[in-house]
């Protein structure tokens, strides 16, 4: 285009208008040019409009880069992927994004995945950093989803728009995921370990300016879905993956996080439960180890954390009794998810400290024996 005018404005500056005279034309190529904005940019949104002086349309292709305002400070980098470049139904794309300062990761932001079909049919999918469904591990600064509401064969477009308001953004430090084992056996006898820390969000103290990223990821194809029909019903809950129990008293407390009705998305219908003494019972035939009555147990909301509580009878528990338990979510139509892993419940009985005797009493017992003696040999 031969004229050029451009605007901008940001929440705390006033508009400023740029002219043809502003941009420089591109070196490499003659159909682009640059417009560099002078100044430390404010912090805030910034908006822009072009204006084509032309009578005829024009498609433009706008990309805008920025840079830390200072040496020191590391900027927020929002990096997106997907699973796969090609997916035949019914497999989905899983789509995720990483989001980070430096080597902490991002947390508390709105992170949504813009998803076009070549018709221009779009879906919007927000990715979550909860542990549940394609996210593997909670608060790590990966958002991630998975893509299954497919409209038609061909060409899928992918963006991911990465957004932190209002102060919500805060930086995350790492914490060690290691198993706990409460204790173990030595000889017979069982040993305690130190009691397992208590697991916090744990923060750092800066929290991130507001931000706002774009991240242009590419396209994948897709082939060999029906023209009709529910396709939700092809799709599996999702699998459960963070499943731990401990015995309190003469009960076993589960908790995990909820997954969904088709992959992460809906709410699943029930729960199946089950319970045995032996490992390779739940591992290699799940179906036949003994079920867990779940009728009062509703799921809830994908992402949410379940609690459960329940007795196991009729086997007798002793110090030592270990149960291992896994569980199964359940579609509507009878669909089930993959086996969760499966956790294991030991129950250990503290080892009673000796008592330690009364020394006042002990020294006038003493003293009661040798008054005693004493007067008996007077007698004599």
């Known amino acids: 285009m031969d004229d050029r005018k451009a605007s901008n404005n940001s929440s705390r500056s ?13 070196k490499l190529n003659i159909r682009s040019a640059h417009l560099r904005i002078p100044g430390i940019a404010e912090t805030g949104t910034w908006t822009y409009s072009l204006r084509n002086n032309h009578t005829k349309s024009q498609l433009l292709i706008v990309t805008t880069t920025t840079r830390a305002r200072s040496p020191t400070t590391l900027p927020v980098i929002a990096t997106a992927h997907m699973s796969q470049n090609t997916a035949h139904y019914p497999s989905p794309v899983m789509v995720y994004a990483r989001v980070s300062q430096g080597f902490l990761p991002v947390l508390g932001i709105n992170v949504t995945a813009i998803i076009e079909n070549e018709e221009g049919h779009q879906v919007t999918l927000e990715l979550w950093d909860n542990g549940a469904g394609a996210d593997s591990v909670k608060n790590d600064g990966i958002y991630s989803r998975y ?36 204790g173990y056996a030595e000889n017979g006898k069982i040993i305690l370990n130190p009691p397992k820390p208590e697991v916090k969000d744990d923060v750092a103290g800066a929290q991130t300016d507001d931000f706002r990223r774009l991240t242009s990821v590419g396209s994948f194809t897709v082939s060999g879905v029906p023209p009709n029909g529910n396709h939700s019903q092809m799709f599996p809950p999702g699998k459960i993956v963070d499943l731990e129990a401990k015995f309190q008293g003469d009960h076993i407390q589960l908790s995990w996080t909820a997954p969904g009705k ?19 019972d739940l591992q290699e035939d799940f179906d036949k180890a003994a079920l867990i009555n779940t009728s009062g147990l509703i799921p809830k909301e994908p992402g949410s ?5 329940f007795k196991p009878e009729p086997s007798k528990i002793e110090n030592g009794t270990t149960f291992y338990i896994a569980i199964q979510a359940i579609h509507e139509a009878n669909v089930t998810s993959e086996v969760s892993n499966i956790a294991k419940a030991t129950n250990f009985i503290p080892p009673q400290e000796p008592s330690i005797p009364d020394l006042g009493t002990n020294i006038s017992a003493i003293g009661l024996a040798i008054f005693g003696l004493a007067v008996i040999l007077s007698i004599f």
């Open 305 to 309: 954390v379940e609690n459960f509580e």
């Open 14 to 26: 006033k508009r400023k208008e740029y002219t043809t005279s502003d941009f420089q034309e591109g």
């Open 262 to 280: 088709v992959l992460d998305k809906g709410r699943a219908d029930s729960y199946v439960i089950r319970i045995s003494k032996h490992f390779l």
């Open 147 to 182: 893509f299954t509401d497919y409209h038609g064969n061909g060409r899928y477009s992918l963006k991911v728009l990465t957004q932190a308001r209002k102060n919500t953004a805060r930086l995350s430090q790492q914490q060690n995921t290691a198993l706990y084992v409460p």
